[in-house]
């Protein structure tokens, strides 16, 4: 299974972009999959994720400003990203477990074991 993303670039603060993830095989983890970033210098972090019942859980500082949806008849996972700041810097990740299953976002139960090779979001202000 391969992910990539695409979609990154360069923008100023209060811009949008949109981010977007496409697998190679096992399309169907698309339901369940999520995005996370890493900024220089500091580990990786959760961004935004969504289940195959269509929950969603978002890092607390991009509530309100980034939205993760799934398109089935494309299987294609998106990031939506607006009002963006200089703290939203970082490499773009898209995940996915090996399988769905419903609840278990909520329990934490996702191993995320495919990963893409990274789009770059860079924020200026």
């Known amino acids: 299974v391969q992910l990539a993303e695409s979609g990154g670039g360069s923008v100023e603060a209060g811009g949008s972009l949109r981010l977007s993830c496409t697998s190679s095989g096992y399309v169907h983890i698309m339901y369940c999959s999520g995005w996370f970033r890493q900024a220089a210098g500091k580990e990786r972090e959760q961004v935004a994720l969504i289940d195959s019942d269509g929950t969603t859980k978002y890092a607390e500082s991009v509530k309100g400003r980034f939205t993760v949806s799934n398109d089935n008849a494309k299987q294609t996972l998106y990031l939506q990203m607006d009002n963006l700041n200089p703290e939203d810097t970082a490499m773009y990740y898209c995940?996915?477990?090996?399988?769905?299953?419903?609840?278990?976002?909520?329990?934490?139960?996702?191993?995320?074991?495919?990963w893409g090779q990274g789009t770059q979001v860079t924020v200026s202000s």
């Open positions: 995940a996915a477990p090996d399988y769905c299953s419903g609840g278990y976002l909520q329990a934490g139960l996702y191993d995320y074991r495919f």
